[in-house]
Nanobody, 125 residues
Framework: QVQVVESGGGLVQAGGSLRLSCTAS????????MGWFRQAPGREREGVLC????????YYTDSVKGRFTISRDNAKNTVYLQMNSLKPEDTAMYYC??????????????????WGQGTQVTVSS
């Protein structure tokens, strides 16, 4: 049984910060590429950030560079998404996902096997 659970979403004003957490059970996050994705109403799901098994970070979108950071705490089996300087356009449901076990590289959303239920982030102007 594998579970991926996100937490930390909420309502913040533009310019504020949030830290999202992704805690997994049934798998070790240090053995997987772990990604953050988001989907706004009426929009396609898009990748945000990924951290590979080896610790390489990949930005799926330039729009969050300089503002968002992904990190991993293996001792806590948790992946974080630190979001600073939030903008209204960051409003979305944020999902955490673990990629297939046999490769530790970041990849496309279709390559991620385990998904959380999402946590809502709303940024007011």
């Amino acid at each position: 049984q594998v579970q991926v659970v996100e937490s930390g979403g909420g309502l913040v004003q533009a310019g504020g910060s949030l830290r999202l957490s992704c805690t997994a059970s049934g798998l070790t996050v240090g053995d997987f590429a772990m990604g953050w994705f988001r989907q706004a109403p009426g929009r396609e799901r898009e990748g945000v950030l990924c951290i590979s098994r080896g610790g390489l970070r990949l930005y799926y979108t330039d729009s969050v560079k300089g503002r968002f950071t992904i990190s991993r705490d293996n001792a806590k089996n948790t992946v974080y998404l630190q979001m600073n300087s939030l903008k209204p356009e960051d409003t979305a449901m944020y999902y955490c996902a673990a990629k297939s076990w046999y490769t530790g590289s970041c990849g496309t959303p279709e390559q991620y096997n385990y998904w959380g239920q999402g946590t809502q982030v709303t940024v007011s102007s």
